[in-house]
C-alpha cells in the first residue's frame, strides 16, 4: 500500500470516529527535519505532502481538503513531547503522521493514545515500542 492511500486511509478513519464532516482535515507530521536524522525525516515529510496534494487535487476526503500541520521533532524526545501535546491541544489534529525515531515515539505516541487520535508510525519501530504499544501496528 502506497503512502497515498495510507493517508487516505488515516484521515478518513479520523473523520468517521471524530464526527468531523464539513470541514478541513487538520493531520499532524512530526518527524526530524534538522539534525541527524533529517535525511529520512524529510524524506517523509515529502511523501506526505506530495500524498496529500494528490488527494487534495482529486477532491479530497468527501470534498475536505487535508491540511497539514507540519512539527519538527529534532530527534528529540522532549521535543516530540511537545510537539504531540501542541498537535493535540491547541492545533486540534484528528491524527499524526511521522515519528522516525523509536525514542521520539516512546516518549511522545501515549499522549494521542491518551487523547484517542490515531498515530502512523512510518519508521519508529522498534521492539521496545510495539511492546508498550501492542495494538499499534507498522505500516509497509
Do not use: C, W
Request: hydrophobic share 45%.
Amino acid at each position: 500500500m502506497n503512502i497515498r492511500h495510507h493517508i487516505f486511509a488515516v484521515a478518513a478513519a479520523a473523520m468517521l470516529t471524530t464526527g468531523a464532516y464539513a470541514a478541513d482535515i487538520k493531520l499532524g507530521v512530526s518527524g526530524p527535519f534538522t539534525g541527524g536524522s533529517a535525511s529520512m525525516g524529510v524524506s517523509m515529510r515529502d511523501g506526505v505532502r506530495l500524498a496529500a496534494k494528490e488527494i487534495n487535487a482529486a477532491g479530497g476526503i468527501n470534498g475536505n481538503k487535508i491540511v497539514l500541520v507540519e512539527r519538527d521533532d529534532e530527534a528529540k524526545n522532549e521535543r516530540g513531547v511537545q510537539i504531540a501535546q501542541e498537535l493535540i491541544n491547541n492545533e486540534k489534529v484528528v491524527a499524526t503522521m511521522g515519528y522516525i525515531n523509536t525514542g521520539v515515539a516512546l516518549a511522545s505516541q501515549r499522549f494521542y493514545q491518551d487523547a484517542k487520535i490515531p498515530v502512523m508510525n512510518n519508521v519508529a519501530t522498534g521492539s521496545i515500542l510495539t511492546k508498550q504499544f501492542p495494538e499499534s501496528l507498522p505500516i509497509s
